[in-house]
């Protein structure tokens, strides 16, 4: 931890030496909700969200809130390593351009829905999944935009690995916008002491509207999980396409990033929202990905309670998208990537926004 703030109801127990005002902002805001339990965390890649920053941990009594897991239910992270040791450049070009045949990414999707076999089983869907579901399964094995990617990594261990970054598609994005209009009139109703402003509107657990959003964060949660390992079955396709079969694969690893669940901490049940952040109890095998250009880990939890047994998800953003697209140049951008002989997809000025000099280096 690297300093607390005690200017507020709750502390606010940070992992970072600066922060951005408006991240800032709002995680004085969570630290002045009536229902926080003990206090804020706040990762090292804290950056500014919709009502709660990316990279902020928070643990409520009684309430869950929709904006504090995010549009992008289920986001997280996969990573498996290959039996190769090392390969050329024409053969991981090779490989690459076998994945963009198999996996639509930004935002196109498979023309046809995809056998029900790789979606999340449920015998009763929940009402706004069972709404887009027929979308969803021409989505799933489909990467998305934004900062979500397929990468293949030389590991420290002297092996190749393939890593994978994304979500539930549309589908958590349409369970979280209902929710939260949903929970937003509904405090509105309740003469909730929570101000609009805050952007946090909640959900008493008892309610009706609570279990209902649990059910469908939860399968969304399931819907990502899902999504990356059919990608990740995908890629294996593409290794032993252009490989000739010559290659193995290991156990995959699976973290996510943003959802709320049940945990126990400080001697109580409450439910930990994590937003952009991984959880990390003992022993526990995470993935805090690097910004294009830095390294990304496979890490081992330490369980550490303050943080309530949670980590970074990723290398966070100094500067916004657009602000990136109009200030970084973009021969800079490409030369920090072809000094380190990193193959990469960087073009034009539109890829600027997740180019390494828009995020903050975790790690050298």
């Not at 990608?231 to 290659?247: I, N, P, T």
């Not at 390294?295 to 309530?308: A, D, M, T």
């Amino acid at each position: 931890m690297k300093q607390v703030i005690s200017t507020e109801n709750r502390p606010i127990k940070m992992w970072l030496d600066e922060i951005e005002e408006n991240a800032l902002i709002q995680a004085k805001n969570m630290a002045n909700l009536p229902f926080v339990h003990k206090h804020v965390a706040l990762m090292p890649d804290a950056h500014m969200g919709y009502g709660m920053p990316i990279g902020g941990v928070l643990a409520t009594k009684g309430v869950i809130i929709p904006n504090a897991v995010g549009v992008d239910i289920g986001c997280g992270m996969c990573a498996m390593r290959t039996s190769i040791g090392d390969a050329d450049s024409d053969t991981l070009k090779s490989i690459m351009s076998q994945i963009r045949k198999l996996i639509p990414v930004g935002f196109n999707w498979h023309k046809e829905a995809q056998d029900e076999k790789y979606m999340p089983n449920m015998d009763v869907l929940p009402a706004i999944v069972e709404r887009h579901i027929i979308k969803a399964q021409k989505q799933i094995g489909s990467l998305g935009g934004g900062n979500h990617f397929i990468e293949i990594q030389h590991g420290s261990d002297g092996y190749i690995w393939v890593m994978i970054h994304s979500g539930s598609r549309n589908l958590g994005n349409q369970v979280a916008q209902f929710y939260n209009k949903k929970a937003k009139a509904l405090n509105e109703r309740w003469h909730a002491s929570v101000p609009a402003s805050y952007d946090l509107a909640f959900l008493p657990i008892e309610t009706d509207e609570a279990h209902a959003y649990m059910k469908e964060m939860n399968y969304c949660v399931d819907f990502a999980f899902a999504n990356r390992r059919l990608m990740m079955e995908r890629v294996q396709h593409a290794f032993q396409s252009v490989m000739k079969g010559e290659v193995e694969f290991d156990e995959l690893i699976n973290i996510a990033h943003n959802y709320a669940a049940w945990e126990n901490h400080f001697g109580e049940n409450v439910l930990v929202h994590r937003k952009g952040a991984t959880r990390a109890r003992l022993g526990e095998l995470g993935i805090i990905p690097g910004s294009q250009g830095t390294k990304s880990y496979i890490v081992e939890g330490l369980g550490n309670p303050e943080s309530f047994e949670s980590c970074s998800h990723g290398a966070g953003r100094v500067m916004g998208r657009k602000q990136a697209q109009r200030e970084l140049d973009l021969n800079t951008e490409i030369k920090r990537l072809d000094d380190k002989g990193i193959i990469h997809g960087i073009r034009h000025n539109k890829d600027l926004d997740e180019a390494a000099g828009a995020t903050r280096i975790l790690i050298p």
